[in-house]
């Protein structure tokens, strides 16, 4: 059994969402979380590597409240500040089930990833096919978006398989953020190798680019959020699978919560669920869930730390 491996640095400041009307919801129950003997070895799961700050992590799914069917004007929800309220949903929202990619070696050797093209490890081609026999089961696809790079396509392409063949949309504006000069680095490397690169990427400035082509988190945010906005309108009624990366999950988390941030991991082949419709309205119905990974025999673990490049 491989050692885990935990690492802690400052986490880069949440980009302010674009003023909105809308009213998001997220049920953020939690229950602990068990690790199995068998548990392969944490890799790395968004941008950068977790706070010095503990954190519970949780074993399955977040509690979701029930889904209206297509005859119901309203689902109840907890909003995401943990408050009880009702949420107008109908025939007119796009369900968009965003899915983070495999596992790749990059990921477990702690390597920052970015824009360069890695490609699945065996562990997260397990993964990705246990993702895609759950969501199979779980209802009709009616398409399938990724992310361009290798490692979310192939993790579409196998999700695709397991729900009936459907073709994978590519997409290069579901890529993670680009790092610029720190793509390729070991993390632990990353200060005294580039460190005018290390530290824009810790700065709080959220419009402040990576030296070497780098994206703010302000551009990354707008850029995948405009996305999945695009891809509800052509979508409406229908459920969706979006294969993206961390940091793109964490961006869409913040415009579906802009008053909360969340501190759950964004694990490989983790399940969240949005729910968006008319009026830019974003409703964020799960968060993280991992369960088809507990349920394998030896995949007890999204693999991830926490916020390395996804």
């Not at 504006?173 to 070991?186: A, K, S, T, V």
């Not at 729910?275 to 964020?284: A, I, K």
Request: hydrophobic share 35%; with cysteine.
């Amino acid at each position: 059994m491989s050692a885990l491996r935990t690492r802690s640095i400052l986490v880069p400041p949440v980009p302010p969402p674009p003023p909105s009307s809308s009213s998001s919801s997220f049920s953020s129950s939690r229950s602990p979380r068990t690790l199995s003997l068998l548990s392969l070895r944490l890799g790395l799961a968004t941008w950068f590597i977790a706070p010095r700050r503990s954190r519970t992590q949780g074993a399955g799914p977040n509690s979701e409240p029930a889904m209206s069917d297509s005859n119901s004007s309203v689902a109840a929800d907890l909003d995401c500040n943990g408050s009880a309220q009702s949420v107008p949903i109908g025939v007119d929202y796009a369900e968009i089930v965003v899915v983070r990619h495999g596992e790749t070696e990059w990921n477990a050797d702690g390597r920052i990833q970015g824009h360069l093209d890695v490609e699945l490890n065996e562990i997260g081609r397990q993964q990705a096919t246990a993702v895609g026999e759950r969501l199979s089961r779980e209802g009709k696809i009616s398409a399938i978006y990724s992310s361009d790079l290798k490692r979310a396509f192939e993790t579409a392409n196998l999700i695709a398989t397991a729900c009936g063949g459907l073709e994978v949309i590519k997409d290069s504006d579901l890529r993670e953020r680009n790092l610029g000069d720190l793509q390729g680095l070991q993390l632990r490397a990353a200060a005294s190798v580039s460190p005018e690169a290390y530290k824009a990427f810790l700065s709080h400035k959220t419009d402040q680019e990576i030296p070497g082509g780098g994206e703010s988190i302000d551009q990354l945010y707008r850029r995948c959020t405009a996305c999945l906005q695009n891809i509800s309108v052509k979508h409406k009624g229908e459920r969706i699978v979006v294969v993206t990366h961390g940091g793109v999950i964490r961006s869409l988390n913040r415009r579906a919560c802009p008053n909360k941030r969340s501190g759950r991991k964004v694990l490989n082949t983790s399940v969240n669920i949005f729910h968006l419709s008319d009026g830019d309205n974003w409703v964020l119905k799960s968060w993280g869930d991992v369960s088809h990974l507990s349920q394998t025999e030896h995949l007890s673990t999204g693999f991830g730390g926490d916020r390395t490049s996804g």
